[in-house]
């Protein structure tokens, strides 16, 4: 919970307490007066309002300090506690006193809510003070924490920036150092170096020329070998090829033989069976129509193969027909007719 809440909810507990004290008071005084007015001479009768007023005010600093307490999150004794439930008893005893004298249990239970009322909320609102005060400094001790922590990562950060920047400088300084002496190595290693090269150059230039001699010579006995087997490379090729061909011709034509066969079975087998004693499923009639049309047969004779009617046959042959029938090329766009 935010700071901004908890003191919302304080000012809303500060707001309750005292709108209910300040109700239960007047209430009290208003109930109180008559019976102090009943048992008070008739001369003194102006004093009738002072008692309900001294309990009043008893309860009224009972509340007051006890909030201001639990907000320093102190602790009062046991007297504050016997004060606070003293002041309660004696507002509820005055408050019920005219009821319970004439014996009205209601007028008892009535006048009796607003004293109860205003214990229960003096106890109740010391309750919620010291929780929201534990809370508030709860939120101050994470606030102060995060402070120290902050200042402590601000004193880390420059104290490892300080160290970075004294080992940069070290660093630095051993750079520049082993530069020097790394200069002076490759000017010896250099000199050593052109000495060699200048020997090396010699017995490079002879070997080169060996080299190039005997790569001169194996480049062209490679070069008729390679021209030989890509002639013979091309010769077996042409050969594989032809014979992969013949087979794949072989294999198409069986295949086409095969189906037409298998095609020739089923339409065998499909207009053998006779005429249908009674008419066919539609998928089956439907196999036997094309087996027919793929025959030649007539309509009438398929009409007697599967049963159905001379219609729904007339039309299973016209949509073979236009399945089968070749389409039209298209006009080109711009021809003349």
């Keep these: 919970m935010s700071d901004a809440h908890l003191r919302s909810s304080e000012r809303a507990l500060s707001f309750g307490t005292w709108l209910i004290v300040s109700g239960a008071m007047l ?3 208003l109930t109180v007066t008559p019976l102090m007015a009943a048992h008070t001479p008739d001369e003194w ?9 001294v309990v ?31 002041t309660g008893a004696m507002t509820l005893l005055l408050n019920i006193g005219a009821s319970a004298l004439a ?21 109740a609102g010391l309750a919620y003070r010291r929780a929201l005060t534990v809370a508030v400094l709860a939120a101050e001790e994470r606030k102060q924490a995060l402070r120290d922590a902050a200042v402590r990562a601000a004193a880390e950060r420059e104290e490892n920036q300080l160290r970075a920047e004294r080992e940069r400088r070290e660093h630095d300084a051993n750079l ?27 017995e490079r230039a002879e070997a080169a020329r060996r080299a190039e001699q005997a790569a001169r010579d194996e480049r062209e006995r490679r070069e008729r070998e390679r021209e030989q087997a890509e002639v013979a490379r091309e010769h077996a090729t042409r050969q594989a090829a032809a014979q992969r061909a013949a087979e794949d011709r072989r294999r198409a034509e069986q295949a086409r033989q095969a ?17 249908a004693m ?19 047969l007539p309509q009438r004779q398929a009409v007697e193969l599967t049963g ?30």
């Excluded at 009768?45 to 007023?53: G, R, V």
């Excluded at 790394?182 to 010699?202: F, N, P, S, T, Y």
């Excluded at 016209?318 to 089968?324: A, G």
């Design 176 to 202: 520049a150092r082993e530069q020097r002496e790394h200069e002076a190595k490759l000017a010896r290693e250099e000199a050593e170096r052109q000495d060699r090269i200048r020997r090396e150059e010699a």
């Design 27 to 29: 209430y009290s005084i």
């Design 56 to 86: 009043d005010a008893a309860v009224l600093i009972v509340v007051r300090l006890d909030s201001v307490l639990a907000r320093l999150g102190g602790q009062g004794g046991p007297w504050p506690v016997a004060l606070r439930w003293m």
């Design 308 to 337: 159905w009617s001379t219609g729904w046959i007339a039309n299973r042959y016209q949509e073979l027909r236009d399945l089968t029938a070749p389409t039209p090329r298209p006009a080109l766009e711009g021809a003349t007719p």
């Design 278 to 296: 009674k008419k066919l499923g539609e998928e089956r009639a439907r196999q036997v129509v094309q087996a027919a049309y793929a025959a030649g």
């Design 103 to 123: 014996g009205d249990a209601v007028g008892v239970a009535v006048h009796a809510v607003a004293p109860l009322l205003l214990i229960v909320t003096a106890e």
């Design 45 to 53: 009768d102006w004093t009738a309002p002072i008692l309900p007023l």
């Design 259 to 275: 189906a037409a066969e298998r095609a020739e079975r089923e339409r065998a087998e499909l207009l053998s069976a006779g005429p």
